[in-house]
Nanobody, 115 residues
Framework: QVQLVESGGGLVQAGGSLRLTCVAA????????LAWYRQGPGKQRELVAR???????NYTDSVKGRFTISRDNAKKAGYLQMNFLKPEDTGVYYC?????????WGQGTQVTVSP
């Protein structure tokens, strides 16, 4: 089992940057694919970025070129560097760990981008 805790959210002006961190407790962290999801006001939760155990990355189109996902297996941590933030990036950001279809979620961290 894996427990995930996110941090790094906050209020930032459009054009600014934030770095989200997801720290995991549990074993075999490097066996899990990691992802960041977000849920904006009145919207469904959506996949933002994903990093596989091989460190291959994927991004939703709206964040390509602005966000970077990474992981440090030695620290059991995942990161989401968010640059050039836009108001539409506002939402609760969730860390997700996936191994063979078994999913674990963090509690989420709020990101608010003001115009």
């Amino acid at each position: 089992q894996v427990q995930l805790v996110e941090s790094g959210g906050g209020l930032v002006q459009a054009g600014g940057s934030l770095r989200l961190t997801c720290v995991a407790a549990g074993n075999f962290f490097d066996y899990y694919a990691l992802a960041w999801y977000r849920q904006g006001p009145g919207k469904q939760r959506e996949l933002v970025a994903r990093i596989a155990t091989t460190h291959t990355t994927n991004y939703t189109d709206s964040v390509k070129g602005r966000f970077t996902i990474s992981r440090d297996n030695a620290k059991k941590a995942g990161y989401l560097q968010m640059n050039f933030l836009k108001p539409e990036d506002t939402g609760v950001y969730y860390c997700n760990a996936n191994r063979g279809g078994i999913l674990y979620w963090g509690q989420g961290t709020q990101v608010t981008v003001s115009p």
